[in-house]
């Protein structure tokens, strides 16, 4: 089993930034890829972002490409995503997730999953 708990998430103005941590705990974190998606309210949940065991792929969707960034520190157990020039479209619950499978972007191949953090972009 593998443990994840998210923080960081809260209420922050439209072009603003935040940081979302992910802690793991459990079987060995360098074993997983590790993703985070969301969820808005009505809407499926959606994939954001994905790194590699290593840390050495990351995968974004298009959305946020080039304004979000995973990163994840191994000796830490932990992974992050910094959020920078949020807007109000990317208000959701934000959950951390690990895969096995290194490339993973698929919700069904992630099989451990975090309670969410709430992140609110206002306008």
């Known amino acids: 089993q593998v443990q994840l708990v998210e923080s960081g998430g809260g209420l922050v103005q439209a072009g603003g930034s935040l940081r979302l941590s992910c802690a793991a705990s459990?079987?060995?974190?360098?074993?997983?890829?590790m993703g985070w998606f969301r969820q808005a309210p009505g809407k499926e949940r959606e994939f954001v972002a994905r790194?590699?065991?290593?840390?050495?792929?990351?995968y974004y969707r298009g959305s946020v490409k080039g304004r979000f960034t995973i990163s994840r520190d191994n000796a830490k157990n932990t992974v992050y995503l910094q959020m920078n020039s949020l807007k109000p479209e990317d208000t959701a619950v934000y959950y951390c997730?690990?895969?096995?499978?290194?490339?993973?972007?698929?919700?069904?191949?992630?099989?451990?999953w975090g309670q969410g953090t709430q992140v609110t972009v206002s306008s």
């Open positions: 997730a690990a895969s096995s499978r290194d490339l993973a972007v698929l919700r069904s191949e992630y099989h451990y």
């Open positions: 459990g079987r060995t974190f360098s074993n997983y890829a």
């Open positions: 790194i590699s065991r290593s840390g050495g792929t990351t």
